[in-house]
């Protein structure tokens, strides 16, 4: 596996990605679009071994001066829980603390993404508020924080 950058000629590929990870949630394809153009960080994790497939992306955008948002982090269903979304995760939060301004990730995750939630807490956040409501599907999220 290996990590690179996002380009606009990935969108087919991130978009059928989102669509079948968040169904109704998924960001359009026009909205990831506009996150290939303007983020701070948008990393795919490639299968290199084979086809060349991505298997899995994050977006971070930085949304103050002291702080990034993760805004997404996905692994294709047949690649999760083999490690692959703590070897993205850890790639992107050096590339983060190498930004010499940031104090702070924060990121929604929903409520009842128990995998996504301990993943994120064995990297050091922390579950900071409970959004009643926050997806489309009226499910509720958590706002998790880092403080680095």
């Known amino acids: 596996m290996r990590i690179n950058t996002v380009s606009i000629k990935d969108i087919d590929e991130i978009f059928r990605l989102e669509s079948n990870t968040f169904k109704k949630d998924a ?3 026009n909205s990831i679009l506009n996150l290939i153009i303007n983020n701070t960080f948008f990393f795919k994790l490639i299968n290199d071994d084979i086809s060349n497939e991505i298997v899995g ?6 949304d103050r001066e002291d702080r990034v948002n993760l805004i997404n982090l996905v692994i294709s269903k047949q690649y999760q829980n083999k490690g692959y979304g703590s070897h993205l995760l850890k790639y992107t939060l050096n590339k983060i603390k190498e930004m010499n301004n940031i104090e702070v ?13 301990w993943l994120y807490q064995k990297f050091g956040f922390r579950i900071a508020e ?3 409501n926050y997806y489309r599907q009226k499910k509720n999220a958590y706002v998790m924080i880092l403080n680095i």
């Open 27 to 29: 960001f359009s394809k």
């Open 130 to 132: 409970k959004i009643e």
């Open 57 to 62: 992306f994050i977006i971070i955008i930085q």
């Open 105 to 117: 990730i924060v990121l929604n995750v929903n409520s009842k993404n128990e995998v996504a939630i």
